[in-house]
């Protein structure tokens, strides 16, 4: 599976933003898909996660009620709107992949395909 995620760019505090994370090759498989940000100097923190079925979703606190995932699987594609968007979100954001899907999303170590990552930059 090839994961290619869009949607960076800078917009001001307050804003939104759309990511998504186009999936190809053998998206016939039920994965779940998880987004993640970074920063330089801090560590992969976990944003947001979605099952394949799209009838669960988790969120870290830090983006909850601001940020949503969704997905839609004819188009291999999952979506990640931001809204209200802090200068704090300012990251790298990756969209990943799994099988073995967890409760709460949070399990990196899960995730065996990694999108390029696209950057998001508020400004304040």
């Known amino acids: 599976v090839q994961l290619q995620a869009s949607g960076g760019g800078l917009v001001q505090a307050g804003g939104s933003l759309r990511l998504s994370c186009a999936a190809s090759?053998?998206?016939?498989?039920?994965?779940?898909v998880g987004w993640f940000r970074q920063t330089p100097g801090k560590e992969r923190e976990f944003v947001a996660a979605i099952s394949w079925s799209g009838g669960s979703t988790y969120y870290a606190d830090s983006v909850k009620a601001r940020f949503t995932i969704s997905r839609d699987n004819a188009k291999n594609t999952v979506y990640l709107q931001m809204n209200s968007l802090k200068p704090e979100d300012t990251a790298v954001y990756y969209c990943?992949?799994?099988?073995?899907?967890?409760?709460?999303?949070?399990?990196?170590?899960?995730?065996?395909?990694w999108g390029q990552g696209t950057l998001v930059t508020v400004s304040s």
């Open positions: 090759g053998r998206t016939s498989s039920s994965y779940a």
């Open positions: 990943a992949a799994t099988r073995a899907f967890c409760t709460g999303g949070n399990c990196p170590e899960r995730y065996n395909y």
